[in-house]
Structure formats: structure tokens, C-alpha cells
């Protein structure tokens, strides 16, 4: 196990009806509030009029900013920092999933950052020590931004998809209502779902060695989203299950779970490509790249996953055939993505072969059990052709 | 799942050599340090030489106090208070384990509070709202007490052992460095990795439902135990060992696991009363107290009975008769406290049946599989006998 330090403030409030929380969490941290969010959904399931009408009730003044697409754009972000900077504004509160606290986060930062923001998405020099505080209200698990130190942003201009880490990027707060989630479709549940998943797997994947705790916990977050996610697709309106889904989602990207331990992370790397160029949900490129990844990088540290195999996917053979039993593995991981309705090859979503070389290429080196190199990332879009 | 609030924002500092933080995480906190610790095994084994120094490179100046006793007493908290008083002292460092820091937080709190400390230990009308920051050096992997919530401290004035809770308790950081272990006799770290244990099993054993994904959590905790706390009685000097033991003992009870559920927590309170009387070691009247619980208790919620003996114990006996599973999994966690050299009956600790009707009387109720009233603990402690 490596040296480690782990600090998670974000408090997280979670249940039913919790959103009646947001306003008075908020005055605690702001007195002008930037509100932001999407596509407008929350103002179709009534998130929308339950925290405003929290804020209203708590005091807190606030000035509205919607509009964020999913794979978050830096222009919005752009237009946030200057409005927020022309209010005001002391807080950001992001209403939505991974898309908008990911914008919300940038914003936050840009506001105190001297420079442009994009800056440090992209110069490795550049540290973001500051933001304005974060609340979260989210509505659809997935991200585990709501309480990560971790924020994803596209560049339109040229489309790079990047991402960059702060301590100053971890929510004060997370309000977290499972039923919030009972109208979203299910492809994007399915989508959630896999991006969880990824996670985790991404910590999963190490060659750092004794951390079996942190083994175990991964593979009880696995085992729990191999059994709720398709219970969610089929009974949307479960509360216990949406219940688990969120709270996993959670704990999945809180930092808590690679504590000691180095994950891999080469195949969201890979994703980012994909969804920068053809803006897919990022959930739905891991359910591509994921499995092509795993048989391309396996040869590197057999026995994980092996044990990958035996804990979480129940393979049972006979472990005189180790590759036998990871194929196996990565067989029922990638039949349990279909079984959500999710493509597992990017044929499926209509790529072809034509831009894989450019998007290698582009592709930012990253890796633990295997460390990318254009023509590792060239060789897994091809498998997964 | 019940709604829940979770927040923990303790730092923690892990790994080799990390003792040389102190200084700098408490030249953040205070400016005058009270430097609490036990019977002076840290001078032993050079981890006061390491604390003070660092405490020493920043810059903070601090007043010793010594002596804590494992379950740690009123009177020397009250000597802690008044001394902490008269030398303006700011923030509380605890340098060993949880008795250490369980003192510590007394005292911190002691400091703050109106009234006498104890009465906070007593009535459940009073809350403990504020204390001085806590900081912790942890030597010995049990209580978890290094990022907990929670405080025992008994009162020699009749042998009552009492906790109490409060976020204030919460420590801000604590220095977790598994090499400190190394000089811990076999008996004590058997101790240790019981009461680790008991604050899983305690969070595990509940009647609310809908609680996978935490059950799994606990149990991942739980299978830690069993695989590392008999290797770390045969090989004391194995860090990765330990280390597993420590992370485990952390996240057992910092109330990460139990959100969402209730837990038990009825066997803490039946051995409370066995340490506050025959002063045994906590862990070792766990040891004692939690078998006899179990089969007490087990036929109020049969089904989470089985789920421990099949997913922690590893019983495959067939479904059909849920007793034969149940016992067979109490029996071997009984068998396994018995491998780390603990005894599993009062007999063996030289405690006879004089004194059960007083302890049962002056047990506190607790209880979520089973609410217990003196009858009930009376039962317990003669199971155990």
C-alpha cells in the first residue's frame, strides 16, 4: 500500500425530499448564488421550484445561468466566470448531473483564477488552488462529481475534452435525492450506470500491490451496480434501487476508494476522445472502450484480472487457464453492458475507422497497469471497431 | 435506505514516516499545544521523539500530559480540563490510541462546555456543541476513534463507562503510520482487530432493509479482518500487514458504513459494563459479549444472521435450515477469536456469576435486531458465562 492522504469534506445529504436542504446549506456558504444548470429537465420534474423556493426561504439571492450541454463546453464556462464576475457572485450551485457541477466547477475557479481557465486544463505547471464555493444538487448519478476533485471540460476550438484536479474543485455540499432520478430515460440511466462502473474499474486496475481493503470495497460497488443497474432500467420508479445507484455513484469517485493505490485510467482518456469528436454520453464510450481496453492491457497484470474475474463477474473455471477465465470476464462485463441496451462497438454508434489515427493521436498518455502510448490507444479503437 | 447526513472532514495523513506531519497539520490548528498520551510506550518506541520534533520544526509550542489509562478516566479528563485552562491551551493532540484520544476529546470538549464534563456523558438533554480542535498521532488500530464522532470515558465513582457523540469530536487530522504497530504485543493487537471487528458487525447487524451496497462495504471490512489480523499475530513486523488492519479500523467507524442503516450497537454497551467493572481490555470482552449476542439475538432478523454466516463466514451448508447456517457461522467466529488467543467466555476471564445482575441492571439500552432490556442482558451475560 502506498503513503496516502485522504480528505473529503463535502457533506453529503442524502433522501427523500432532501432538495429543502439546498437554501440552507447555501447561506451558509454564500450571500448571491450563481444557479446553474442544463437543459431545463429540472424545470419539467420540479427540482427546479423545490430549490428555489429553498433559496427564497433561506435568503439567498441568486441569478440564473442554464443552458449546459452534456461534455460541458468552455465557452459556457466562459460566459459563467464573466457573468459571475459582473454580479457578484459569492457561491455556485450546480442543479443537475456530472455535466453541470463539471461547468459549475470551472466557473468557480475561474472566478479567482488569474488567466484564462482553459489554461489549466491543458499546462500541467498550472495548479487551481482557489474557487468560490461549490454546492451540489444532483439529478442523475453518474459523474461522482458531486463530490470528486475532479472536472471535465470540452474545447469546442479543435474539440479537446479535459480534464484537471483541484482540492478546490470538492463540493461543500451534495444534496442527493434517489427520486429525482424516477424520469430520467433509461439510456441515460444505462449510461450513469457505466460510468460508475468505470470508476470504479479504473481504481480496480492497478499494479500497486497489497491493497486488499480497497480491493474488497471496489468489488462491493461493482457487485452492487451489476445487480441495481438493470433493476433501474426495469422498475424506474424503485426507490431502492435508485437508492444504491446513488450512493455507489457517490462513493465511486469521492477519492476514498484508490487510497493507496495508483488506478489506471487509460480508458477514460480513450473516451474522452470519442465523445469530444462525436459527443456521445461519455457512459456510453465506456461501455466501448472499457472491455477492447481490458483485452488489450490483461496480458500486463494477469492475476488482477483474474481476480476481477473470480470476485466480481463470478467466473468459476478451473484456474489452471488463466486467460481463459479473463476472457470469460470481460465476456459477461461486456454482455452486461448490452443487457442495459448499450452498444459495446463503436460500429454500433455509426464510427468507423476513418478518424481513430487523429484521435490517438490527440490522446493524453495515462495508465498504471498499461501506459498508453498513440499506438496502444490506436490498437484498442480497433478492437473495439 | 433512511435518509441520511454523512460528513466526515478528518484529515488523514497514512504511511510510512508520516509521524513528520504533526507539526505542520497543527501549526494550522493552534498555537499551544496539549500533548496527550498514555503509559509512556511512545517514548518506547520513538514516536514521541518524532512528534515532538516535528511539533517542534513548526514552530508550536505545547504542554505535556501523560498517564491516559486504557479506559480512560473522569479524573484525569478533569485534571486535563483545568490544566488546559490555566495554560491557554488551544488544540488537543492525542498520541496513541482510542483511550488516548477518547480523553482528548473530553477534554477538548471540557474546555469549551459550561458545567461539568460528565454530565455531557449522562443526560441526553445535553449536547456537546463545541470543542477545541483535536489533532491525533494513532499508535494502536481499535477504536477508531481517530476520525469518529464518538467518546467512552469512564467515571471511577462507581464504575460507569459512558459514550457520547458529537461532530465536534470529529478529529481534524490524524497520522496513521502502520510501523508504530510493530511493538505491539500479540494480545493487544488481538484486541484491536476484535473491536474493529465489532464496530463492522455492530453497523451490520440491523432490521432496516434495502442496504446492499453498505452491507457489501461492511462485509468487504469484515473478510479484511479475518484474512489480516492472524497475520498480523504471526508476522507483527509485516507493514503492508498493518496497514491493512489500520485503513480497515479507520473506515470501520468514521460512519462512512452505517449510513442509511441503523445500527446495533447492543454488545458495546453489554461489554461497557464488563470493562468499566473488571477493567478487561474492550476488544477482549468483545470478544466474549458478541457470540453470546449473536445467539441471543439472531432469531429477531434470521435472514441477516444467514447473510453473515454465508457472505463473511463462508458457511455453504444448504438453505433449507437457517439455524444450522446461523450457528455454524457464530461458531466459527467464535473459532476465529480463539485463533488470536482470545478467550470466548466470561469463565475464562475469571469472571463468575456474582456480579451479572448488577451489570445487566446498569447496562444502558441499545438495540435495533434487539432493543435490550436488563433481563435481556442478564440472558446474555449467562450465555457467555
Not at 437554501?23 to 420540479?46: D, E, F, M, P, R
Not at 460541458?72 to 453541470?100: C, H, N, T, W
Not at 474475474?309 to 465476456?331: H, K, P, T, W
Not at 448499450?342 to 498499461?370: F, H, P, W, Y
Amino acid at each position: 500500500m502506498n503513503n496516502f492522504i485522504y480528505h473529503n469534506p463535502t457533506r453529503i445529504i442524502f433522501g427523500k425530499g432532501m432538495e429543502s436542504e439546498t437554501g440552507a446549506q447555501a447561506a451558509l456558504l454564500g450571500k448571491k448564488v450563481l444557479l446553474h444548470y442544463g437543459g431545463g429537465s429540472i424545470k419539467k420534474n420540479g427540482v427546479y421550484d423545490k430549490v428555489t423556493a429553498s433559496l427564497k426561504e433561506a435568503g439567498v439571492s441568486f441569478v440564473e445561468m442554464g443552458g449546459v450541454q452534456p461534455n460541458p463546453r468552455l465557452s459556457l464556462v466562459r460566459e459563467g466566470i464573466a457573468l459571475s464576475k459582473k454580479e457578484g457572485i459569492d457561491m455556485i450551485l450546480a442543479v443537475g448531473g456530472g455535466s453541470v457541477i463539471d461547468s459549475a466547477k470551472a466557473i468557480a475557479s475561474g472566478v479567482l483564477s488569474g488567466g484564462d481557465i482553459w489554461e489549466y486544463f491543458t499546462d500541467a505547471t498550472k495548479v487551481i488552488e482557489r474557487a468560490l464555493p461549490i454546492g451540489v444538487v444532483l439529478t442523475i448519478p453518474a459523474a461522482g462529481s458531486e463530490s470528486s476533485s475532479s472536472c471535465v471540460i470540452t474545447n469546442e476550438d479543435g474539440w479537446y475534452k479535459r480534464g484537471c484536479g483541484s482540492a478546490a474543485f470538492i463540493p461543500r455540499f451534495a444534496v442527493i435525492n434517489p427520486e429525482t432520478n424516477f424520469t430520467l430515460p433509461p439510456f441515460q440511466t444505462a449510461c450513469g450506470c457505466v460510468d460508475i462502473m468505470a470508476h470504479l474499474m479504473e481504481r480496480y486496475f492497478t499494479k500497486v500491490e497489497n491493497v486488499d481493503l480497497s480491493d474488497r470495497l471496489i468489488e462491493a460497488g461493482l457487485r452492487t451496480m451489476l445487480n441495481f443497474a438493470p433493476r433501474a432500467i426495469r422498475n424506474p420508479l424503485d426507490y431502492d434501487v435508485r437508492a444504491e445507484i446513488n450512493w455507489t455513484g457517490t462513493l465511486a469517485h469521492n477519492n476514498l476508494l484508490d487510497r493507496g493505490r495508483i488506478g489506471d485510467w487509460g480508458s477514460h482518456q480513450i473516451e474522452h476522445e470519442l465523445s469530444a469528436i462525436y459527443d456521445i454520453a461519455h457512459g456510453a464510450g465506456l461501455a466501448v472502450v472499457f472491455p477492447a481496453w481490458m483485452r488489450y492491457a490483461y496480458k500486463n497484470h494477469k492475476s488482477r484480472f483474474v481476480q476481477f474475474a473470480v470476485r466480481v463477474m463470478d467466473v468459476d473455471l478451473s484456474f489452471d487457464n488463466q486467460d481463459r477465465i479473463i476472457e470469460e470476464g470481460i465476456r459477461r462485463l461486456e454482455s452486461f453492458f448490452q443487457s442495459l441496451g448499450l452498444a459495446t462497438r463503436l460500429s454500433q454508434l455509426d464510427i468507423g475507422d476513418d478518424r481513430l489515427r487523429e484521435m490517438a493521436d490527440k490522446c493524453r498518455s495515462a495508465g498504471n497497469v498499461l501506459k498508453l502510448t498513440p499506438d496502444d490507444v490506436y490498437e484498442i479503437y480497433k478492437l473495439a471497431l
